[in-house]
Structures are given as structure tokens and as C-alpha cells.
């Protein structure tokens, strides 16, 4: 036999060297050190990044919030059962991102982007940070556009604009829920998408809410971010930013959209709970020092942009639960102080009948009021004049065995302005109803009308002036004016429909 030359086995060696494709991946490993609560100590990722996202074993990922010297602590997205002591858990390089796209309308899922109505997984149309920055001030342009909740009380004298922050404060079960879910109904056919965030509440209370919100076709511009009681606490944690991201993607493609928080309380108690496993110092009441930060980055990113900027809008409606009508609670007046306004519901006017049981006199919108229809501007500023002469006259009243004519009669509008003011709840009214019955109320209208046959009063004119003088709601939609034409129509409709009412 002979042997090869050896430049030739040189030539051979050196080519296969040349072709030879190795990709070589660098992996910072860490270990768990601790684990319990959805918490996790991890030891030996020093490189790790804030909110960057680890994996755990079994495809569960974690949240990076606390780095240490030594180690990070983790907030597992996911049940931590399966995770022990020893096991290995790798870097991803990215930090918390939600998946956005218009697929996510109609359906709802988990802060992580995941469907929980049982269909099929959702194709993201892309990726945001989860937590971004809010808007500057340059990029942001003044709220003067309305978004009407079709709820009379609140469009009228506490008017919310596209891109305002408006709370939504009350005790339990004062219709907070309820009010959030009509304003959305109410957004059919103007161009607004929904995301309502459900924070830390039962499975059923969510599910009533999605049947709700699909029994009157408001599902289809709406998606529902359900982060339940029986979900891991850091899950609670990130669902509101993650509603947030979704509406930007809206935002940011120069549509308006509207975000509902329910309700950033139970979210304070999620952090609050992460916080201390995490051994931060506790606080007021026990909540972390940062806790007025968490709550102001999120509703900062609440905007309406700058036409160079695309002219979105993102409206945040957050709630926000208080104990006996305590407003001047800790978290209650951090998020007052970051909002625009307050619509405060009282649990005494809830349990007298009156619904939405809105307190006139605490409750406020510091901007919606730019934003306002100038018809229904024009009765809003007769109608606060009319309620609180009757609340001062009220208040009088108890202490006075007698009053003249004159404070009786204005004790007999303000009854009748204050049922006027009554709503059921999943029926918004069009603005255009809203400032025809407004009008008749502070016009006097309804003085001779029996306070109990006023609700009917309102029902039976709202449909005689839709079948007999359509002409003056159409003027009203499209003028938004209270003409001299309109106030005539008006007029002309009342005399005629009070003739042939019968209480």
C-alpha cells in the first residue's frame, strides 16, 4: 500500500477545518436557592436584567423584580408546584413583552396573551413591552374630544374626554362594574376599542361580565384581560400593564381606545404581597414604598396624541374599591391625586334607589368638561345649579318645620331632576336623548309630573319625540347646539306629549 503524501492529508485536514460550522450559544444558568408563594431566589445570574423574563423547568417563566448582589428575586408566571430547590433555570435575554393585534377582540385571555374562553391560541400581529414609558409632554395634545358613557349623570356633570384618566371610586357593590360595562356598550359604532382588565375577581364575576358585554354585540370591539382570584399573584400583578400595551397598540395606529382597570385596589394587594416575600420594607399600611409609582407609570401611558404623533387616544378608567365610604384611604387618594376626576358612587344613595349612585358634590372631571357636546354643556351648567340649591334646600329642610313656596317648588324640581337622573343599568342613552330629557328637567317641564311617573314621563317622551319630531335629535347629533330651532322642536314636543300623558 501507499501511503498519501502528506501535504495532501495537510490540504484535506485544513479544508475540513475551514467548513467545519459550529454555533457555539453562550447560556447564563442560575439555580433556585429558594422557593415558595410564586417567589423565587435564584442564584448565579448576575447578568440578569429588571422585569427580564427567565425559564423555568416545565416551560414556566418567570419575572425579574428584585437583583441582588448575589442573586435575583423572581416572580413565577405560573403555577410553582413543580418547581424545587436545585433546579436550573436559564435567561431568555428579553424582558416582559405582551402580545398585541386586532385577533385579541372578541376574545379573552390571560395577561400573557392566552385564551381562556376555550378557543383557539391567538396569532399576534406583534410584541410591546409590557411596562413602557408613558408619552411625553410634547407628544400629547389637550383632551377636546368627548367619550360619552351614555350615562346621563356622569356625561353631564362629570364628562369624560378621549385620553383622560377618570377613577372610579365607591364601596362594594355600588355599580362600579356596572358603570364600566355600560360605558363600553355605549362605544358601538364610534370607533372605540375596549379593554377591560379584570383584576383579582371571581371566575363567575368575570364570566357574568363577558355575557353581559356579548348579550348587547359590545364583545366585538372589546377584549378581556382576566387575571382571577385563583390566579398567581404576580399574574394579578402584570394584567393591567398588559391591558394597557394592547390599548397602545391602538393608540399608536392613530385609533382611540378605552382601558378599564377593575380595580386597581385588589392590584395594590397583589403588590403588596409580592413586595414583601420579596423582603422589601414595608410602608404605610404595609405597602411598598414605590406603590404610588407603580399605579402613576401605569395610568401615565393614558394619553391622547399629538397629530404628529398619529392623534390616538387611550382613555383609562380605573377603579378603585374604598372601605365605609372612606375616600381619604391611602391608595384611594394616591390614585385621585394621578387622575383627572372622580366619579364617586355612595353606598346611602345606592341603597335609597338611586342608580348610578353617583354623590354630585364629590365627585368631578377636570378636563372631560373641554370635551363636552355645547348642547349638553348648556343644560350641565343649569342642572349643577338646580342640584346644589336642592342639596342646600334638602340639608335645610330637615332642620325646618316650615318653607316658603318658593324653596318648596325648588325642592320639588330638584326630587324630580334627581329621578330624572336614575338610569337601568346596560340601557345608555345617545347624547341627543340625553340633553332632550336634560332640557325638559331644568326647564321645569316635569314640575307638574308625580316623582314616582317620572321614569315613564321619560321613556314615553323619549319615543314620541323619536316617532313624531325625529328632525330635533338629528339636529341635536349633528349640530350638537342647542339652536333656537332645536329649543323650539323641543318645546313644541313637550306641550304636545304632556297633553296626552297620563301618570
Not at 379593554?195 to 363577558?210: D, F, H, L, M, P
Request: with cysteine; hydrophobic share 40%.
Amino acid at each position: 500500500m501507499m501511503n498519501p503524501r502528506r501535504d495532501e492529508i495537510a490540504a484535506i485536514i485544513r479544508r475540513q477545518i475551514e467548513e467545519l460550522d459550529v454555533d457555539l450559544q453562550m447560556e447564563e444558568v442560575g439555580v433556585v436557592v429558594e422557593v415558595g408563594d410564586g417567589i423565587a431566589r435564584v442564584w448565579g445570574l448576575r447578568s440578569a436584567m429588571a422585569s427580564e423574563l427567565l425559564l423555568f423547568p416545565g416551560e414556566i417563566f418567570g419575572l425579574v423584580l428584585d437583583l441582588a448582589e448575589d442573586s435575583v428575586g423572581v416572580a413565577i408566571l405560573g403555577p410553582d408546584r413543580g418547581i424545587k430547590e436545585g433546579d436550573e433555570v436559564r435567561r431568555t435575554g428579553r424582558v416582559l413583552s405582551t402580545p398585541v393585534g386586532k385577533g385579541f377582540l372578541g376574545r379573552v385571555v390571560s395577561p400573557l396573551g392566552d385564551p381562556r374562553d376555550g378557543g383557539e391560541a391567538i396569532e399576534p400581529e406583534g410584541y410591546r413591552k409590557t411596562d413602557a414609558k408613558a408619552p411625553g409632554v410634547i407628544a400629547r395634545q389637550p383632551v377636546d374630544t368627548p367619550l360619552q358613557t351614555g350615562i346621563k349623570c356622569i356625561d353631564a356633570l362629570t364628562p369624560i374626554g378621549r385620553g383622560q384618566r377618570e377613577l372610579v371610586i365607591g364601596d362594594r357593590r355600588t355599580g362600579k362594574t356596572a358603570i364600566a360595562l355600560d360605558t363600553i356598550i355605549n362605544q358601538k359604532g364610534e370607533g372605540v376599542y375596549c379593554i377591560y382588565v379584570a383584576i383579582g375577581q371571581k371566575s363567575s364575576t368575570v364570566a357574568k361580565a363577558v355575557d353581559a358585554l356579548r348579550r348587547h354585540d359590545a364583545l366585538d370591539y372589546t377584549i378581556v384581560v382576566a387575571a382571577t382570584a385563583e390566579d398567581p399573584t404576580p399574574l394579578q400583578y402584570i394584567a393591567p400593564y398588559a391591558g394597557c400595551a394592547m390599548g397602545e397598540f391602538f393608540r399608536d395606529r392613530g385609533e382611540d381606545a378605552l382601558v378599564i382597570y377593575d380595580d386597581l385596589s385588589k392590584h395594590a394587594v397583589a403588590y403588596r404581597e409580592i413586595s414583601l416575600l420579596l423582603r422589601r420594607p414595608p410602608g404605610r399600611e404595609a405597602y411598598p414604598g414605590d406603590i404610588f409609582y407603580t399605579h402613576s407609570r401605569l395610568l401615565e401611558r393614558a394619553a391622547r396624541m399629538s397629530d404628529e404623533h398619529g392623534g390616538g387616544s387611550l382613555t383609562a378608567l380605573p377603579i378603585v374599591e374604598t372601605k365605609a365610604g372612606d375616600i381619604t384611604a391611602y391608595i384611594a387618594t394616591n390614585l385621585i391625586s394621578i387622575t383627572d376626576g372622580q366619579i364617586y358612587l355612595e353606598a346611602d344613595l345606592f341603597n335609597k334607589g338611586q342608580r348610578p349612585a353617583m354623590n354630585v358634590g364629590l365627585s368631578v372631571s377636570r378636563v372631560g368638561g373641554a370635551a363636552q357636546v355645547p348642547a349638553m354643556k348648556e343644560v350641565a351648567g343649569q342642572l349643577r345649579l338646580e342640584l346644589a340649591q336642592y342639596r342646600d334646600l334638602a340639608a335645610f329642610a330637615e332642620f325646618a318645620q316650615e318653607l316658603d313656596e318658593a324653596s318648596q317648588a325648588q325642592l320639588a324640581r330638584g326630587e324630580r331632576v334627581m329621578e330624572i337622573l336614575k338610569q337601568d343599568q346596560y340601557k345608555p342613552l345617545p347624547v341627543e336623548a340625553q340633553v332632550a330629557i336634560l332640557y325638559a328637567a331644568v326647564g321645569g317641564h316635569l314640575d307638574a309630573v308625580p316623582v314616582d311617573a317620572v321614569r315613564a314621563f321619560e321613556r314615553g317622551f323619549l319615543a314620541f319625540l323619536a316617532e313624531h319630531d325625529p328632525h330635533v335629535l338629528t339636529s341635536l347629533r349633528e349640530e350638537r347646539h342647542l339652536t333656537e330651532a332645536v329649543r323650539e322642536g323641543l318645546d313644541k314636543a313637550l306641550a304636545k306629549f304632556r297633553e296626552g300623558f297620563r301618570a
